[in-house]
């Protein structure tokens, strides 16, 4: 891994290239130094790559594999006759604005029986990886707790709501990107920034295609080998009051590769109240400066799915007249 980030880092211009961050620091001397890097690219990007991050690669080759195969046994001749591919052919020229060039099946706990069941070893695959990732994902969370001044377990506690522990919704994307002849008249995936709360992205080792705005320009986030790239959601970023935002990125679309991608969210509860942590709002001419409004996630996702990918700033104001 040493080796691999030497080379990354010479290939690409740092200070343009998200950040990649060594998660296993945060248990030696060189926590404090991590846990401000950590902070750093949560204010900054919104994005970060992850490196030993506790899942065995082993698992993560398997994931491969099962993404790979499942693609091609179950979803492949299906996309052929999907409809972004007959807008595409039947448009001219027209670039299609409305759709994106993505195939997609989701996986929760709820849809277990819904999962893909032709492709061996998929179920007993991602079971185990969704298990991984999401034990990763609370102690992400923590660690975020930890920079905000927030107590422990403060943002698991919001998601989960009122009704009890463990009632945060953790969900699985598993995404391919299939060669696309006309790349110039549909994206990927639009941009937007993920409405939930913390995003964990499992992408291709190898086709990038992943980008995310930052300074006035889209920056690609580049494969890295085994990493878990890590992205703020907007719930995260009404819960720190804005000192973490919530990045646009966008997925485009390439002639000639198939790109894999599976993008884990652990979302608070439909039911959870969100709202800026108390310990994050200062005392100002004495009323409070909270820059964003207290509302209920599942009002905030009906407004998220009518406006995905337009800005988010209206979204916030939709919710809290609400």
């Keep these: 891994m040493a080796v691999l980030l030497f080379f990354f880092f010479l290939l690409f211009d740092i200070s343009r290239a998200?950040?990649?961050l060594d998660f296993s620091k945060l248990n030696g001397h060189e926590r404090a130094k991590t846990l401000a890097h950590i902070a750093n690219a949560c204010e900054d990007w919104g994005f970060f790559h992850l490196v030993n991050h506790g899942i065995a690669e082993d698992l993560l080759e398997r994931v491969k594999k099962v993404s790979t195969d499942f693609y091609k046994l179950e979803r492949?001749?299906?996309?052929?006759?999907?409809?972004?591919v007959k807008l595409l052919n039947e448009t001219g020229d027209k670039k299609l604005?409305?759709?994106?060039?993505?195939?997609?099946?989701?996986?929760?706990?709820?849809?277990?029986?819904?999962w893909p069941s032709q492709t061996p070893g998929f179920k007993e695959t991602f079971k185990e990886f969704r298990y991984e990732l999401k034990k990763l994902a609370e102690k992400i969370l923590e660690v975020l707790d930890e920079n905000?001044?927030?107590?422990?377990?403060?943002?698991?506690?919001?998601?989960?709501?009122?009704?009890?522990?463990?009632?945060?919704f953790?969900?699985?994307?598993?995404?391919?990107?299939?060669?696309?002849?006309?790349?110039?008249?549909?994206?990927?995936?639009?941009?937007?920034?993920?409405?939930?709360?913390?995003?964990?992205?499992?992408?291709?080792?190898?086709v990038g295609g992943l980008q995310v705005w930052k300074d006035g320009e889209w920056i690609d986030v580049e494969p890295l080998k085994?990493?878990?790239?890590?992205?703020?959601?907007?719930q995260i970023e009404v819960i720190s009051n804005g000192r973490y935002q919530s990045a646009w990125h966008r997925v485009f679309s390439t002639t000639d590769s198939n790109r894999r991608s599976v993008a884990s969210y652990y979302n608070p509860s439909h039911k959870a109240t969100i709202a800026p942590a108390p310990q994050l709002m200062k005392e100002t001419n004495e009323e409070w400066n909270q820059a964003y409004p207290k509302f209920v996630f599942g009002d905030y996702m009906s407004v998220y799915y009518q406006q995905k990918f337009h800005p988010k700033e209206p979204r916030f104001q939709a919710v809290s007249a609400m």
């Design 148 to 168: 905000l001044g927030l107590p422990k377990g403060h943002i698991k506690k919001a998601f989960d709501g009122e009704e009890g522990e463990n009632n945060a």
């Design 170 to 206: 953790f969900g699985t994307k598993v995404s391919h990107y299939p060669p696309c002849p006309n790349p110039e008249r549909v994206i990927g995936l639009r941009p937007h920034t993920d409405a939930g709360g913390l995003i964990l992205l499992f992408q291709d080792d190898e």
């Design 18 to 20: 998200i950040p990649v």
């Design 226 to 234: 085994n990493t878990i790239v890590i992205s703020v959601g907007d």
């Design 97 to 114: 604005e409305n759709v994106d060039w993505e195939d997609i099946v989701t996986l929760t706990d709820d849809n277990v029986n819904e």
């Design 76 to 84: 492949e001749e299906n996309f052929k006759n999907s409809k972004v």
